[in-house]
Nanobody, 128 residues
Framework: QVQPVESGGGSVQAGGSLRLSCAASGPTFSSRCMGWFRQTPGKEREGVTV???????TYADSVKGRFTISRDNAKETLYLQMNNLKPEDTAMYYC??????????????????????RGRGTQVTVSS
């Protein structure tokens, strides 16, 4: 069983940075597909980025060049470094970890939304 716990959200001005963390200890942490998605009230959830068990990374077009996902296997923690934040990045950010997917076609921004293990989220608010 994996229980992700997010932290690091907050309020920043446009152009600022935040680093989100997701503590997600559990067996085979380093080999699982995992990532971040976000949701704003009234809008659909959006897969932001995924990282597979081999280190392959995919980003949504909306965050390419600004966000960076990384994983510290020793700490069993997933990170999301967010730079040059924009007001449209305002959302609740969730960490998601797959129970059974490690890489390949099952590891993508759409599948991320249905992963078995998800945290309660951390709020990011970007003001203009």
């Amino acid at each position: 069983q994996v229980q992700p716990v997010e932290s690091g959200g907050g309020s920043v001005q446009a152009g600022g940075s935040l680093r989100l963390s997701c503590a997600a200890s559990g067996p085979t942490f380093s080999s699982r597909c995992m990532g971040w998605f976000r949701q704003t009230p009234g809008k659909e959830r959006e897969g932001v980025t995924v990282l597979d068990g081999y280190g392959k990374i995919t980003y949504a077009d909306s965050v390419k060049g600004r966000f960076t996902i990384s994983r510290d296997n020793a700490k069993e923690t997933l990170y999301l470094q967010m730079n040059n934040l924009k007001p449209e990045d305002t959302a609740m950010y969730y960490c998601a970890v797959s129970r059974s997917c490690h890489s390949g076609v099952c590891c993508n921004a759409r599948s991320l939304l249905d992963f078995d293990y998800r945290g309660r989220g951390t709020q990011v608010t970007v003001s203009s």
